[in-house]
């Protein structure tokens, strides 16, 4: 694992955990369709060029397809400079899927010097905590968006686990489980983390204070309160308002350090935040 010298040198250039994020840009690859929970605001509609918005990707890749398009990306002398990052944040959700530990591994084999990072539900944390901890994983972002089993029962249609699929307030108790104690493990490896939580209006406002004393405890390094994109089974919820999250954000920095220039990316962004490059992609042969 990283020296604390080496680690804060990648710290800083992770755009979306404190670095220059006007000059250090991240690749995702979207190589993750399969999920294995229902968000109450997502939608499984992902083939889409147009939006902006997690979950979405112009096309799926196989490993094969994303080690190739990195070789163009890294070799481009618009692209190549400013990438630090390759990150796999879905369309679904990364450990419920063996193609993102093959990706990682061919990244890991000729660009070993990009920082390697995962955004994930973390319903699968302890259970492939020591794949990613084999594949030297940098960067962990988990979607935290309740303490309260009840609460997440509101929030997730279903979670499906190790064969059979929950609902209601028995998805919630083996979905915030498994992410508080994926969470910990993952602080303990030494990972830099990050915390998304989704602010719901109405829904878990008062879980934020909670939540982000919580991951702190257990050796989060930052936190990102997003704003609901109505969509899905919470299209009737009114996004809560710019000065809203303003005021969520400076009174939970006081316990943890607030991430303020989230852009809710695609799965297949490439290039600096807020400033996304739609490339082509070559099929692997």
């Not at 990706?103 to 390697?116: A, G, H, N, Q, S």
């Not at 909670?210 to 405890?217: A, F, P």
């Not at 990316?265 to 692997?284: F, P, S």
Request: aromatic fraction near 4%; charge should be positive; hydrophobic fraction near 35%.
């Amino acid at each position: 694992m990283a020296t604390s010298c080496e680690k804060m040198k990648k710290i800083q250039g992770h755009p979306c955990f404190g670095g220059n994020h006007h000059k250090n840009g991240r690749m995702h690859l979207a190589v993750a369709p399969k999920c294995n929970i229902k968000c109450g605001y997502c939608t499984r509609r992902h083939d889409c060029a147009n939006e902006s918005r997690p979950g979405v990707t112009s096309r799926l890749l196989s490993p094969e397809e994303a080690i190739v398009r990195v070789r163009e990306v890294m070799a481009s002398p618009v692209t190549g400079p400013i990438i630090k990052v390759i990150g796999i944040a879905g369309p679904g959700d990364p450990l419920f899927n063996e193609e993102t530990f093959e990706t990682f591994r061919l990244v890991d084999r000729e660009f070993p010097d990009l920082i390697k990072c995962m955004s994930t539900n973390g319903l699968l944390l302890p259970d492939k905590m020591p794949v990613l901890k084999a594949l030297g994983l940098h960067s962990l972002t988990v979607t935290l968006n309740t303490l309260d089993p009840e609460i997440g029962g509101r929030i997730y249609s279903y979670v499906h686990y190790h064969g059979t699929t929950y609902s209601g307030k028995e998805a919630g108790e083996i979905l915030v489980r498994n992410q508080l104690e994926g969470i910990r493990q993952a602080a303990e490896l030494g990972m830099t983390i990050k915390i998304n939580t989704v602010l719901i209006p109405g829904v878990n406002d008062g879980q934020i204070p909670l939540i982000s004393q919580k991951v702190k405890e257990l050796g989060a390094f930052v936190m990102n309160i997003m704003p609901l994109i109505p969509q899905a089974d919470f299209a009737h919820i009114q996004p809560p308002s710019a000065e809203r999250l303003d005021e969520l954000r400076r009174d939970n920095e006081k316990t943890i350090g607030q991430f303020k220039h989230c852009k809710q990316c695609r799965a297949d962004a490439v290039g600096l935040i807020g400033e996304n490059l739609q490339l082509a992609v070559t099929t692997a042969g």
